[in-house]
């Protein structure tokens, strides 16, 4: 192959790895804002890899509520309300909620979102928030949540919701959508330099025999963005993992707010431990 095509090619890859990271920014959130009883502060959290938004990434978490730690992590371009309704029940039943809006979501800085920076935020959450007693993630939410886990996210029971389940099938797919037949391998190449971990590595089948903590998965058979498929197998390795297939939810707005999702939920949360707390020396690290 030539230089120039050889140029082309790599030029091609750069600019769809790129656009796989960008996120198109949501609404401000009002409904969150206007609730009573929360709190939030800003972190400095590195970026893994050579990310174009900078090295340092400047974080919104916000924290609602009192009582044991959960955390509550939204999906690609949501918001910290779509998590409301669960949000809303762990508030009641005693506990301060943590949501952080990733990069390039919310209050916090940046363009793009990576899993591996996701989970760099979730890391940071836990160093002046953890542990966790309850960690919930929503689509890729969930890869985020479970990739912190395997970096050393402190947690004792864990909700995937609508969750996918390899990066680089993902990813592949999205190349192949557009017209990039051919190109999928430099471009996960470039991901790799990007983010800081090739796409495979992020395979949550590989992931979930290595995990101790009890999980419920929970999907909707019609979910048209995320297939259920993937997340049952992974269910299906994962010990102590329960499996919940519901019907004609969706993805988003109805399968988060869904009162047989809600109930799954806090029952699966019920008959957890109850001796996290938020403590004097996690509010003092956290500036609360």
């Not at 890391?123 to 929503?138: E, K, S, T």
């Not at 999928?184 to 800081?196: M, P, Q, T």
Request: charged residues 25%.
């Amino acid at each position: 192959m030539r230089q120039k095509e050889v140029s082309d090619a790599e030029n091609r890859a750069a600019g769809f790895a790129d656009k796989l990271l960008r996120v198109k920014r949501p609404p401000i959130d009002q409904q969150f804002q206007e609730l009573s009883n929360t709190e939030s502060l800003a972190l400095q959290v590195e970026a893994p890899g050579d990310w174009p938004d900078g090295r340092q990434i400047e974080v919104r978490v916000h924290r609602w509520g009192s009582g044991r730690n959960a955390l509550l992590v939204h999906g690609w371009q949501g918001r910290r309300s779509d998590l409301m309704g669960i949000g809303q029940k762990l508030v009641e039943t005693g506990y301060a909620v943590w949501l952080p809006d990733l990069p390039g979501h919310g209050d916090s800085a940046g363009e793009r979102l990576s899993i591996p920076l996701a989970a760099a935020v979730l890391q940071a959450v836990d160093r002046i928030a953890g542990p966790f007693a309850l960690v919930v993630g929503h689509s890729i939410g969930g890869a985020c949540v479970v990739q912190a886990l395997e970096q050393g996210l402190s947690a004792e029971r864990i909700v995937l919701l609508a969750t996918p389940t390899h990066y680089g099938h993902w990813a592949r797919f999205m190349a192949r959508k557009a017209g990039f037949e051919g190109d999928e391998d430099a471009i996960l190449l470039r991901l790799e330099r990007l983010i800081g971990l090739h796409p495979d590595r992020i395979d949550m089948r590989r992931q979930a025999a290595k995990m101790s903590q009890p999980a419920l998965f929970i999907h909707s058979s019609d979910d048209m963005v995320v297939p259920y498929k993937g997340a049952e197998a992974v269910a299906s390795i994962w010990p102590s993992a329960e499996w919940l297939l519901v019907d004609g939810l969706g993805h988003h707005g109805e399968f988060l707010s869904d009162k047989v999702v809600l109930e799954r939920v806090s029952a699966f949360v019920g008959s957890a431990p109850t001796h996290l707390e938020t403590s004097p020396a996690t509010a003092q690290r956290a500036n609360l």
